[in-house]
T-cell receptor, first 110, second 115 residues
Framework: KQEVTQIPAALSVPEGENLVLNCSFT??????LQWFRQDPGKGLTSLLL?????REQTSGRLNASLDKSSGRSTLYIAASQPGDSATYLC?????????FGEGTQLTVNP | NAGVTQTPKFRILKIGQSMTLQCTQD?????MYWYRQDPGMGLKLIYY???????DKGEVPNGYNVSRSTTEDFPLRLELAAPSQTSVYFC??????????????FGDGTRLSIL
């Protein structure tokens, strides 16, 4: 059974700091890995999708990497802003199922 | 472009009552999903559909039913509400399957409390 773990569960940083969120998964036989953002009271917004054959994806200040063999992914956020405050979830697709981690709650302080 | 729309946004039910959570999407996506999210937890798949008339169970289907009569709509039915079904329910859709290149689009959720 695929299990996805995110560390840390919560993170508070000052504005402008570069930060890394971590995601690990137990079964390396995945099709893709996605990073989502969830704002309070809202649904999930897909940020980045990395196919199993890819090593990384970039969008603006966000960069996600994937090391399938070690079962790890990182989301790097450059020059963090208060508007980045949200919960970030990673999810992996294996078989016909999308398995989510429990998320990292990020607070960026002005 | 509305995307994925869920109604209602909030609901309180008594134990044993029934209700239907509505979900509609206007992106002509074949794939639709229902998830539940308990506090501090990730999302768990309840049911999914790969097209009109085709549905299948996810990880936690017990106590729920779905139907998919049109491409746009994918309602979730609770027949006998139980306190364990208190959760936030998310509907999502995608152009292709979960293992494909297209991400899922999510609605804003229905917050359901069973008392």
């Amino acid at each position: 059974k695929q299990e996805v773990t995110q560390i840390p569960a919560a993170l508070s940083v000052p504005e402008g700091e570069n930060l890394v969120l971590n995601c690990s998964f137990t079964d390396s036989a995945i099709y893709n890995l996605q990073w989502f953002r969830q704002d309070p009271g809202k649904g999930l917004t897909s940020l980045l999708l990395i196919q199993s054959s890819q090593r990384e994806q970039t969008s603006g200040r966000l960069n996600a990497s994937l090391d399938k063999s070690s079962g790890r992914s990182t989301l790097y956020i450059a020059a963090s802003q208060p508007g980045d405050s949200a919960t970030y979830l990673c999810a992996v697709t294996s078989g016909s199922r999308l398995t989510f981690g429990e998320g990292t709650q990020l607070t960026v302080n002005p | 472009n509305a995307g994925v729309t869920q109604t209602p946004k909030f609901r309180i039910l008594k134990i044993g009552q029934s209700m239907t959570l509505q979900c509609t999407q206007d992106m002509n996506h074949n794939y639709m999903y229902w998830y539940r999210q308990d506090p501090g937890m990730g999302l768990k798949l309840i049911y999914y559909s790969v097209g009109a008339g085709i549905t299948d169970k996810g990880e936690v289907p017990n106590g729920y039913n779905v139907s998919r009569s049109t491409t746009e709509d994918f309602p979730l039915r609770l027949e006998l509400a139980a306190p364990s079904q208190t959760s936030v329910y998310f509907c999502a859709s995608s152009y292709g399957p979960q293992g494909g290149y297209q991400p899922q689009h999510f609605g804003d959720g229905t917050r359901l409390s069973i008392l």
